[in-house]
C-alpha cells in the first residue's frame, strides 16, 4: 500500500496518503511535546503541545473563542468573495483584450508588490477604523494576486481551441462560457483555494486595528500579556480553519472534475 509512494509521481491510495498525513503529524506533536517537557525549549516562548491544549479548552469555555471565530470567519469570507467577483471578471478581460491588460496590468504589479501593514495607516484615514477597514485590508491581500492568476489561466486557454470554436459559428460570449471558462475552470478553482489561504494569512494584520472581536484580536490581547499558550491556541485555531478548508475545497474539485 505505501510502495508506490516511493515512486517518482506515483500514485498512492488516498488510505495509505491520510496514514502518512496523520503520522507525520503526530510524530511533530510528539517530538514538540518532548522538547518542552525536557526544557529544550523555554516555555514562555514555545509552550508544550498539552498546555495549548488546556489554554484552548479554556477559551473555548471561559472566552467566547467560537464567537470570536465566527466573526473572523465572516470577515474573510466578504473580503475573499468580494476579491473574487472583482478578480475573475477583471482578470478574464485582461487576458482577452490586450488594451485591458496593457492599461492594468503594470498598476496591478507595482500595487500588489506593496507590504500590506505599510498600507494599514492610509486604511485607517480612508475609512476610519470600523469594519471597512479590517475587510479592506484582507480584500488588500487577495484581490491583487487573484487577479494576475485568472488572467494566467486565460492565457493558458489553448488558441485552437478558440480557433475551432469560431470555425463552427461560436461568437465572442460562447466561446468564453462554452469554451475558456470549462477549460480553465479547474485551474480556477486551485487558484481560488490558495487565494483564500492567503487571505487568511492577513487576519492577524486586519484584526489589531482597534479590533475588539475576531481571533486576531485574541491573539493580539493574549501577546499583550504574555500568555503564549493561549497565542499559539489561536494560531492552531486559524491553522485548523484553514486545513478544513482547503480539504473542503479540494473534495469540491474532486467531485467537479471527475475527469481529471
Known sequence: MFSS?????????PMAEFAVSVGAAVLVVALWELAARA?????????????????????????????????????????????????????IMMSSYRIVGAALEPMIDFIRYLPVPALV??????????????????WLGTFFQLVLLV?????????????????????????????????????LL??????????????IIAEIVAADSGIGYVIWTARR???TPEVMA?????????????????LLHRRLFRYL
Open 5 to 13: 509512494l516511493f515512486v517518482f509521481r506515483g500514485r498512492a491510495s
Open 39 to 91: 526544557g529544550i525549549i523555554a516555555p514562555q516562548f514555545l509552550p508544550s503541545p498539552s498546555r495549548v491544549i488546556v489554554a484552548l479548552w479554556t477559551m473555548l469555555t471561559e472566552q467566547n473563542l467560537l464567537w470570536h471565530v465566527g466573526v473572523s470567519t465572516l470577515r474573510v469570507w466578504i473580503a475573499f468573495l468580494l476579491a473574487a467577483v472583482m478578480a475573475i471578471p477583471i482578470g
Open 121 to 138: 495607516p492610509l486604511s485607517i484615514i480612508w475609512f476610519g477604523v470600523g469594519e471597512e477597514t479590517k475587510i479592506f485590508l484582507l
Open 151 to 187: 488572467a494566467d489561466d486565460m492565457r493558458r486557454v489553448p488558441q485552437e481551441f478558440v480557433e475551432v470554436a469560431r470555425t463552427v459559428g461560436a461568437n465572442s460570449r460562447q466561446v468564453m462560457v462554452d469554451v475558456a471558462l470549462r477549460w480553465m475552470g479547474p485551474t
Open 190 to 203: 486551485d487558484n481560488l483555494r490558495i487565494t483564500l489561504g492567503w487571505c487568511w494569512t492577513y487576519l
Open 225 to 227: 500579556f504574555v500568555k
Open 234 to 250: 489561536g494560531v492552531v485555531v486559524i491553522g485548523l480553519i484553514g486545513l478544513v478548508t482547503d480539504q473542503l475545497l479540494r
